[in-house]
């Protein structure tokens, strides 16, 4: 296990946890997921696809970085980085869209 994966495994925690506090308080059953200039969404997801998913596409980028550095390692440069990054960002941004929705915090 890489010291990457500790991150990686608090990021999907902190996911797992605005699922559970922020979904009961989502009322509508879509979720803006991209804005545009103007501020205004620009398309909308189904309300689980847009919690659950992101663990979901966390999980399998996480398995392509763990296959890429066991099966083609001479093609993978600063995995550990990558992987820290990945989390960071993907965890912001979920936490990004799920505040964005209207609703009583």
Do not use: C
């Amino acid at each position: 296990m890489m010291s990457a994966d500790y991150v990686f495994g608090f990021a999907i925690a902190l996911v797992v946890g605005l699922n559970l506090y922020r979904g009961p308080r989502i009322a509508s059953e879509r979720v803006a997921m991209q804005w545009g200039r103007n501020g205004e969404p620009t398309w909308y997801a189904a309300k689980w696809l847009a919690m659950w998913g992101m663990i979901a596409f966390m999980a399998a980028v996480r398995l392509f970085i763990w296959a890429a550095s066991t099966y083609a390692p001479q093609h993978v440069h600063g995995a550990e980085l990558g992987i820290v990054i990945f989390s960071l960002i993907a965890a912001g941004s979920h936490m990004f869209v799920l505040m964005k929705v209207r609703g009583p915090l």
